[in-house]
Structure formats: C-alpha cells, structure tokens
C-alpha cells in the first residue's frame, strides 16, 4: 500500500511537553469526543509501555490505561499499538480483564496490534529492579520498574523477541528466559535469591496463558498498512506516551526513559510516513509542572524539610493533595508514588515545544490546584547560568548545570479555570496566563480542561498574543540582559 498523492485525512500527534503526566489521557478522549470538531477514526499509541498511566475519568468512571490506547474508552474508534511500544502479555491481559468489567467493548476489529511489537519479558522486569538496586556507582533513575531499560537493552542488541515470534515458534519464550536467567545469575550472584530465581522460571507458564488471553481479543496488522487504511476513512489521533524530556536523547539523561518520546518515535514507532502528519498537540499543566523519579527539575518546589515547609509556604503540599484522592492529588497513575512539584517553567515548554514542532496547545488542569493557594502563584520567564547572562531557553545539558541554573521568577495573579464559563467570560487573570503561555510557548492554544472528568474542557478563541511565534534570539529579557 502506498502513500495517497493527496490524503483525505491525516494523523494529529499528541505528545507531553514535560516529564509524563501532563493529562495527556484526558486530553485524547476530549479530542476524540469532537471537541476541536475533527472526527477521529482511531487512535495510535507508538512508544512507551505499560511504564504510562493515563487517568481518565468518564461519566463519573475511572480508567486507568497503561499500554492500550486511551481511544479504547471511546466507542467507535479503533485503537492501534505501534511497533515502538514494548509489549508485556502479562500487563496487557490484566488491562484488558479491567476494561472488560468495566464495560468497555474490547474485540478484534477494536484493537489491532504491530506483530512486529517487541516484549517485556519477567526477566527484563528482574534485570530492571536490580540494576536500581546494585547500581555500581551509578544514579538511580526511579525507574517504574516495568523493564524498559532491559527490553531496550535487548532489541538494540537485536535478541529481542517480537509478538510475531512466539506466535510463530514453540518455545522460544522459555529458551530466551532461560539464557537471561543464567545471565543474571552471573552478573547478581548476591542478588539472586533461589526464590527470586524460582519465580521468574515459573513465570513462564504465566506469559503463555497471557499470550492466548490477549489473543482473543487482538488482531494483528503492520504500522503502516494499519493506518494507512484508516486514513481513507477519516483522521488519526497519535497518542505519545511519557513527556519529551524523558526522551532518552532530547531528554534530561540519563534521568530519563528508555527510548524516545518526541514526535519522531511516532514515525518509527509505527512506520507511519511524515506526510500523514498534520497537527502536533503539546500538552502541559496551566499553572504547575510535575515529574515522578528523580532527575533535575529547575522549578522544583519542596513541600517540606526537616518537617518545616520551605520556600513555598506549603504550596506544593496543597498541590500533591488537591482534590478528593487520585481525582485531584498528584500521584503516579502507574505506582502511585507523590509526584515531584514546581512552578510552570516557560524555558523548559519553549524548548519541548520547538522541538517537537507544536502547533497547537493543549493546558491542562486548568481548575487545580484549587483557591486554597491564594492570589497568585509564580511562573519562571527566564534562567541565569552560572550567575551571568539571562537566557529564555532551557540548557542543553540540564544534569551538568542544574547546580549553575538560577531561575527568574515573575508572580502572576492566579484564578482558577471555570469550566462552566466560555473563554470569553473567564476571569482576566485566565486570559492573561493562557497569553502568556501561547506567546512563550509560540503556538495557540485550543483548549483548556479544567475538571477531571472527559467533557469538562473550555475552547480558547483568538486572543491577543495566541499563536504569535517569538522570533529566535530577540527576547528582551525582563531585567534588560541579553539573550545567549
Ligand atoms: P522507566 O521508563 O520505567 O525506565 O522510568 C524512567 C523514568 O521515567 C523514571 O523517572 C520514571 O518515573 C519516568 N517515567 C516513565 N514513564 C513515565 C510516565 O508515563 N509518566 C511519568 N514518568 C514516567
């Protein structure tokens, strides 16, 4: 199947602008419920793994999706896991079994998976926590303990397995387990337990009935084939996993994930051509920033030291726990672990935004954390490196100059999002930020969500200063020094 000189249709790729849960979920099943007036036929996931959590709330229901598109909640869309995704039978069953009590429709014309897709074995997932565990010298990422580093490991040393493989041959899973197995044996005699050893080589059994489960209820077709057959019926919604600086090249490395998460994982990520590609969505948190594990994090905010709130007066605390439980609270939708905290950072959007070719934004959390904060809240403009000039772009090597990075901090008034109100109506300090956030970022925004449950979105109209792109190297800084 070739590429169509002309297309009818085309993918929009929605992708996070920071460390992962930026709400990218809700912002799927949004898009996919029509609320920019584009119909969706399917939605792509191309890279991560069951290491994502998407929390989506619908009609008073919570999902939590890992590997399998969000597009699964939405009736009618058929969703597509792409080569670039690392596949664990295990995880995806459970997945599955949770989606089919609640309701959700899962068949083979639902859900279609690349054959070619590569899988997370109990082995990877050993290999993973010990290396956090014995780690040599080295930082310890906080990984999610899913195996992402070990399966990348194992396809870039091309002794990966593909889906295609063990539906193909008898036993190859348990021969390639096996060799891992002794492999760490070697490596982490100490570490190794006869009974860590035993339940691994049992885990076996465990992997094959997942296989024949998931089985039921996939059908498989290569990347490209797969959309471009959707694409004759009508648009393709990209699902990116993870944010952009957790790609393990753009990213804050090595504090970062274990293949890339930008734009271009979804080409490879499913074989897709970047003809296909028409809108880039970036999404980000309107008034604050998070990230899980560890790693720099420049506007970082620290709840509490020695027992004693610290610079923010209880700031982040209040946002970790706003809202009832996991509705409102920032903890890791996938290990449920406090996210890390701190104030909008428009250097380090700017900077994932250009890259990854946004051409529309998309805010999120618009109504959180919630008017217990206060009047106002800060927002970095600008960094000083090593004391000296004032730059608006995030640094190249964040992890060598994190100590060096001072940030420049301007208050802004803050209000919450109403999600009952249109654009046009919202408080002028609404405007003000969405403003300030389209015109550093450089591309318009279109809407807000504003409310965790799918629907609870404000559309953004033509306002002054959405959309216009700073030209290069021309920002004045606030205190008069110039860019470098
Ligand atoms: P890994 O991808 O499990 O190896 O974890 C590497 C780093 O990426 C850790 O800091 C994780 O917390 C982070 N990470 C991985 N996936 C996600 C995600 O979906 N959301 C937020 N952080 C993530």
Redesign the pocket.
């Known amino acids: 199947m070739s590429v169509d000189k002309k297309l009818s249709y085309f993918v929009d790729i929605l992708t996070g602008l920071s460390?992962?849960?930026e709400g990218k979920g809700l912002a799927v099943v949004n898009l996919l419920k029509g609320v920019i007036g584009r119909t969706y036929v399917a939605c792509v996931r191309y890279n991560?793994g069951c290491?994502?959590?998407h929390t989506t709330f619908i009609d008073g229901v919570k999902h939590v999706t890992h590997t399998i598109p969000t597009g699964i909640l939405v009736p009618g869309v058929v969703s597509f896991i792409g080569r670039g995704v690392k596949f664990n039978f295990i995880k995806v069953a459970a997945e599955i079994r949770d989606l089919l009590e609640q309701g959700i429709e899962i068949s083979r014309d639902r859900l279609v998976i690349d054959p070619a897709t590569h899988l997370v074995l109990p082995t990877h997932i050993l290999m993973d926590e010990l290396k956090e565990e014995v780690s040599f010298g080295k930082a310890k990422?906080?990984?999610?303990k899913?195996g992402?580093?070990q399966i990348a490991v194992s396809k870039m040393g091309r002794r990966s397995v593909r889906i295609k493989d063990v539906l193909d041959q008898n036993g190859l899973l348990q021969a390639v387990m096996s060799e891992h197995l002794e492999m760490l044996g070697m490596l982490y005699p100490k570490q190794i337990s006869s009974e860590r050893f035993d339940k691994i080589n049992n885990s076996y059994k465990e992997v094959m009935e997942a296989v024949e489960f998931v089985c039921q209820y996939v059908s498989f077709e290569e990347g490209y084939s797969f959309i471009s057959r959707m694409l004759r019926k009508g648009d393709v919604l990209a699902e990116g996993?993870?944010g952009f600086l957790?790609d393990v090249d753009h990213g804050t490395y090595p504090?970062?994930?274990?293949s890339n998460s930008g734009v271009g994982a979804f080409l490879d990520g499913t074989g897709a051509s970047w003809k296909m590609v028409r809108d880039v969505f970036g999404v980000a948190k309107m008034w604050y920033v998070t990230r899980?594990?560890?790693?720099p994090f420049p506007t970082e905010l620290f709840p509490e030291v020695d027992g004693k709130y610290t610079n923010d007066h209880g700031l982040a605390y209040l946002i970790q726990n706003a809202g009832e439980g996991a509705e409102g609270g920032e903890k890791g939708a996938?290990t449920q672990r406090p996210r890390r905290v701190g104030y909008v950072d428009l250097p380090m959007l700017r900077w994932a935004a250009e890259r990854a070719g946004v051409t529309q934004l998309i805010l999120t959390k618009g109504d959180r954390p919630n008017s217990n904060i206060g009047t106002s809240i800060d927002v970095c403009r600008e960094y000083a490196l090593n004391g000296g000039a004032w730059r608006e772009y995030f640094p190249a090597d964040i992890v060598t100059n994190m100590t060096r990075l001072q940030p420049l901090y301007e208050s802004c008034e803050f209000v919450p999002v109403n999600p009952s109100l249109l654009f046009s109506d919202q408080p002028a300090a609404v405007k003000e930020h969405v403003a300030r956030l389209a015109s550093r970022v450089g591309a318009p925004v279109a809407f807000i969500s504003a409310g965790h449950q799918a629907g609870q979105v404000v559309m953004v109209g033509n306002i002054p200063g959405n959309g216009s792109m700073l030209e290069l190297g021309t920002h004045q800084s606030a205190n008069g020094h110039s860019e470098i």
Do not use: K
């Open positions: 460390w992962g849960d991560g290491n994502a959590g990422i906080g990984t999610t899913n992402m580093s996993a993870q957790l504090y970062v994930t274990s899980v594990g560890n790693g996938t």
